[in-house]
Nanobody, 124 residues
Framework: QVQLVESGGDSVQAGGSLRLSCTTS????????MGWFRQAPGKEREGVAI???????SYGNSVKGRFASSKDFTQSALYLQMNSLKPEDTAMYYC??????????????????WGQGTQVTVSS
């Protein structure tokens, strides 16, 4: 059973930073494709970062250069460092995982395991 628990969401002003955490198991970090997604009210779930099994990360166009994801095997966690936050970054952020079978999924539909989400609110 894959468990994903997000934390770190908060309310910040534009230009600020936050670090989200997704606590899971080392086994999941090693053998599962991992991703960060977000969903704002009335909008579709959007890919933020997809961490591929070769160690590369694919970022959504709207967050490139501002967000960075990393794995910490000592803490059994996946992180999302978010800098230069904008009001349009306001959303519920989710951590997702799916068993690696070659290329990692490129969209939310390809991920089978989800955390409960953590809210990020950015005010102008």
């Amino acid at each position: 059973q894959v468990q994903l628990v997000e934390s770190g969401g908060d309310s910040v002003q534009a230009g600020g930073s936050l670090r989200l955490s997704c606590t899971t198991s080392r086994y999941t970090l090693l053998h599962y494709c991992m991703g960060w997604f977000r969903q704002a009210p009335g909008k579709e779930r959007e890919g933020v970062a997809i961490i591929n099994m070769d160690g590369t990360t694919s970022y959504g166009n709207s967050v490139k250069g501002r967000f960075a994801s990393s794995k910490d095997f000592t803490q059994s966690a996946l992180y999302l460092q978010m800098n230069s936050l904008k009001p349009e970054d306001t959303a519920m952020y989710y951590c997702a995982a799916d068993l690696a079978r070659g290329t990692c999924p490129a969209t939310a539909a390809g991920f089978g395991y989800w955390g409960q989400g953590t809210q990020v609110t950015v005010s102008s």
